[in-house]
């Protein structure tokens, strides 16, 4: 997988839209470059963007966090990341909006898209498909892509320190192996539960008790007469109580028919007063219907007095109501008389003012007829002091760009000639580091021999003549009795190797130094050939004129100024030096001729105005006259109705003794009402009367039925149905007893038939779970413990041993001195081997601060060759951890960063250490700007 490209929209304090393309120089043609910027400027929102595009969630939050990395008052934010992977170039594309386009609005859902970048062509839309579909292409997920591509260093120091125990927990975090400490648990979990189950199922068939022969007989005889006594008691207790029900319902019918005799009679005697009352209440109401019938002549001689009032009332209400519209009338009349009269006035004072301003501005008026033609000279003046200027302007930029070229031509000479004298001496350093790489490996093949013979020192001794070497059989040894001191050879050489090791490397960072300079001087050199061609392109297309012709136009735009500046309109004005003068004093003189214009249109339009309003003030004045004369008429005819309306009222109120026609009808109607209910509530208590009488008859021949099946018995006192009561109770709680009893024999015997039945099955099932659970608990030896960390650590010190070994290829160029290994007995504790000490192996927290510092970068870079073993992983970022290194250190970890280049990877850092900064020129800077926001550069 490689990375060409990431673009990101409002994302954090990156607002706005920025990219960074991996693919494309400056980024593209660095071996190692660097991602620097302030703390808190947005670098790490840069990775975060990756993640977010590839797999939705933001690198250093997860899932539950993305919606907060939009920026402040935005509305939309995006991440987008070009990537190849098996020869294809895919676009992973991730987008967060708000509605209706309002940085107020309402998160709306993520979109998700995965495309490819060349056709444009959709592969996935959903979430889930998109993962699936990156995973196989690239065979990373999202933890996978943070373990191999974006390398945290922080993770690794930790875990060079760590104890066994929390190696292994870091080493699962680090690599996404938990899977193992989970079946661990599984395993000691289900042998647990499997050993539990077979233990209970052995104690409860211990616990299952069976009836011998004889107790299982005596059960079944007292069985079977529990059931006949049961019987015979719950017959008695039924046959009881159906005789205590019977006297009892015989009893409660004679107390019945003596209590509903009485109320009949009562009764009868309240029905005989309710008659009399309802003939009194009929004769009231035929009564008061009499007198209503002879008050309705008087009624109907009042009601047409009353409509004659009303009538009167009427007409005076519409009188009053029309004099109140036309004083309403008259008054806003008189209020447009006194307008048209104050409007005559005002005209005049206008018009007045106007003819003065006219006649004190009279030399105006020929402003109108000379301003085209002036326009028109000064359109001329203004283009040729625009060519005039725009020649100028194009001659001394050629003359500029001609100086330019010169001292460019200089430089590029100077640069050749370096480039030149750099080569050369970058070929004598090769061939000198090719010498001294020849003679460092023919003295370590001289220190190895005698090592080899240094180690056989303390068995010279042994050596006897004619007898063989136990080594290589020769039966001469002219070694046995040397006097040479091979140890010291030993200690010598070695210093010597040292020496031509240190000297070896020395030449190699002076030619890594030559070859960088190199490069920086071809790049300098193809920058400034490339100026140089653009400086002559440029005074290409230029086309500046000669002086000659400069001379020219500017006699030309002498010319044209004098014609302008002599007319007739500007005369009185100083000397103009620009088109842009002239054009402002036209603008200002245009204005005078429009308002001069203006007004005395505006004069002549006055004149025929004062005649109108004249008009107006008349009209006004006639009609207030006429609403005047036609308010007073009015008046004396509400006058005259008043009068006859009242002479009405007094002759009405005579006829009807003082009240109203309504009060004296509704009197006499009331009176009829409220006779007629009382004779309606007589008869409807009557009628209710005979119903409860008839209903009380029907009871008690419904009683005397009820006691014919009882003809000829006695009804029975007290006494003896409580005694009949009481030895029914009896009866029924004995035969719940035996009922009782009769229950438990019978669960007694289930009971014992369905243990029987469990101890002829429970055996099998005995087995079949002992042999489930020792099966489990061979597994739970193998890999089962309660915390998981038995197959854990198992597990983990396979991955930690392939780990060593790949963290152990780059160690060889980061750190020549020291190897990783795994120690004996326990292979989850880590330790170093000093190569240049013996090989003698040490406890990881005897390592410096720089040495922890590139044994961590070596465990990182082979974690992500771990990752990667299937798919190539052409991109890495490493973030933090380089503070801690001097500037030799840094310089070998940097190089040993730049020989991956080789390799075809493409590796960035992240930090703002100053000496970084000097070492890499091509960096991805993160500049922090006004108000929280930050921009990126790339620059090199």
Not at 51 to 66: E, F, I, M, P, S
Request: aromatic share 4%; glycine share 6%.
């Amino acid at each position: 997988m490689r990375l060409l490209a990431v673009r990101l929209q409002n994302l954090n304090s990156l607002s706005g839209m920025h990219e960074v393309r991996f693919d494309a120089v400056p980024l593209s043609a660095a071996g190692v470059f660097l991602i620097t910027g302030p703390t808190g400027a947005g670098k790490s929102t840069l990775l975060d963007a990756m993640t977010l595009a590839l797999y939705g969630r933001a690198a250093r939050y997860g899932n539950d966090k993305a919606d907060e990395m939009m920026s402040r008052h935005t509305a939309e934010c995006l991440a987008e990341v070009d990537f190849e992977t098996g020869g294809e170039t895919l676009r992973a594309i991730w987008r967060l909006r708000r509605a209706r386009g309002k940085a107020d609005g309402k998160l709306q859902p993520v979109e998700r898209r995965l495309a490819n970048a060349a056709t444009g062509a959709i592969l996935a839309e959903k979430a889930g498909e998109m993962d699936r579909i990156i995973e196989e292409k690239t065979g990373l997920d999202a933890q996978r892509f943070l373990r191999s591509v974006l390398l945290a260093q922080g993770q690794f120091a930790a875990f060079l320190k760590a104890k066994p125990n929390e190696r292994a927990e870091l080493l699962e975090k680090i690599t996404g192996t938990e899977i193992y400490s989970d079946l661990s648990v599984l395993a000691y979990e289900t042998h647990k539960a499997k050993d539990e189950a077979a233990r209970t199922l052995k104690e409860r068939l211990g616990a299952v008790m069976v009836l011998d022969d004889v107790a299982r007989a005596n059960l079944e005889t007292s069985l079977d007469q529990a059931r006949t006594t049961s019987a015979r008691l719950q017959g008695e207790s039924q046959a009881t109580a159906q005789q205590l029900r019977e006297q009892r319902e015989h009893a409660g019918i004679v107390a019945e028919i003596a209590k509903h005799t009485a109320a009949l009679q009562t009764l009868q005697k309240s029905q005989v007063k309710l008659h009399a009352d309802t003939a009194r209440s009929k004769a009231a109401a035929e009564e008061a219907r009499l007198q209503r019938t002879k008050r309705e002549p008087l009624w109907e001689q009042a009601a047409g007095m009353a409509a004659q009032s009303d009538q009167l009332e009427k007409q005076l209400t519409d009188s009053r109501a029309m004099y109140q519209v036309w004083a309403k009338d008259q008054k806003e009349t008189a209020a447009k008389r006194e307008a048209a009269e104050k409007a005559l006035h005002a005209h005049d004072e206008t018009s007045k003012t106007l003819e003065a301003w006219l006649k004190q501005n009279a030399g105006d008026a020929e402003l109108g007829e000379a301003l085209p033609k002036l326009r028109g000279a000064v359109r001329e003046w203004r283009a040729v002091f625009e060519k005039l200027a725009d020649g100028r302007k194009r001659h001394a930029e050629a003359t500029t760009m001609h100086q330019n070229l010169s001292k460019a031509e200089a430089a590029m000479a100077a640069l050749v000639q370096q480039g030149t004298e750099g080569a050369a001496k970058a070929e004598k350093a090769r061939t000198e580091l090719e010498r001294l790489t020849k003679a460092l490996e023919a003295q370590r093949e001289l220190v190895r021999h005698a090592e080899q013979v240094a180690g056989f020192d303390e068995h010279r001794q042994d050596l006897k003549p004619g007898e063989a070497c136990p080594l290589c059989g020769a039966l001469e040894h002219p070694f046995a009795n040397a006097a040479t001191n091979f140890e010291s050879q030993l200690q010598a050489a070695r210093k010597l190797l040292n020496g031509m090791d240190q000297q070896r490397e020395n030449a190699n960072r002076g030619l890594i130094a030559l070859e960088r300079e190199l490069a920086k001087n071809g790049a300098e050199t193809s920058a400034e050939r490339k100026r140089i061609e653009e400086i002559k392109k440029r005074v290409s297309e230029l086309e500046a004129p000669a002086e000659e012709v400069l001379e020219q136009w500017s006699a030309d735009e002498k010319l044209k100024r004098d014609v302008v500046q002599n007319s007739h309109a500007l005369k009185h004005l100083h000397e103009l030096a620009t088109p842009q003068e002239a054009e402002r004093e036209l603008g200002a003189l245009e204005q005078r001729a429009a308002v001069f214009a203006r007004r005395r249109d505006e004069s002549l339009q006055k004149r025929g105005e004062r005649q109108k309003i004249e008009g107006d003030v008349q009209l006004a004045r006639q009609e207030e006259a006429a609403k005047a004369k036609r308010l007073e008429e009015l008046k004396n005819e509400g006058v005259t109705l008043r009068a006859k309306a009242d002479a009405l009222k007094a002759k009405l109120g005579e006829l009807l003794g003082g009240k109203t026609l309504s009060d004296d009808r509704h009197m006499h109607e009331a009176r009829v009402a409220a006779m007629e209910k009382g004779w309606r509530d007589a008869e409807a208590k009557q009628n209710a009367l005979q119903t409860q009488i008839a209903a009380s008859a029907a009871k008690l021949e419904q009683l005397e039925a009820r006691r014919e099946p009882f003809a000829g018995q006695s009804v029975v006192d007290t006494n003896a149905l409580e005694e009949l009561e009481a030895n029914a109770k009896r009866l029924n709680d004995e035969f719940a007893t035996k009922r009782t009893e009769l229950g438990s024999l019978e669960q007694q015997v289930r009971s014992d038939d369905e243990a029987r039945k469990r101890r002829e099955s429970g055996g099998a099932e005995l087995q079949a779970a002992e042999a489930e659970a020792l099966r489990w608990g061979r597994l739970k030896e193998l890999i089962g413990s309660a915390d998981g960390a038995k197959f854990s650590r198992f597990a983990q010190s396979l991955t930690l041993k392939q780990l060593i070994g790949l963290a152990n290829e780059h160690l060889k160029v980061l750190a020549e001195r020291y190897r990783l290994m795994a120690a004996e007995g326990d292979e989850l504790d880590l330790r170093i081997v000093d190569l240049y000490q013996a090989n003698v192996d040490r406890p990881m927290e005897s390592l410096s601060g720089g040495e922890s510092f590139l044994a961590s970068l070596a465990l990182a870079l082979g974690l992500s060759e771990l990752a990667s073993r299937h798919h190539p992983i052409d991109s890495l970022f490493i973030d933090e951890g380089f503070g801690t290194l001097d500037s030799e250190t840094l310089e070998v970890a940097l190089s040993a960063l730049e020989n991956l280049r080789s390799r075809g990877k493409t590796i960035g850092l992240i930090s703002h250490v100053e000496l970084l900064k000097e070492r890499l020129t091509t960096q991805v800077r993160v500049v922090r700007g006004v108000g929280g926001t930050s921009r990126i550069e790339v620059v090199t």
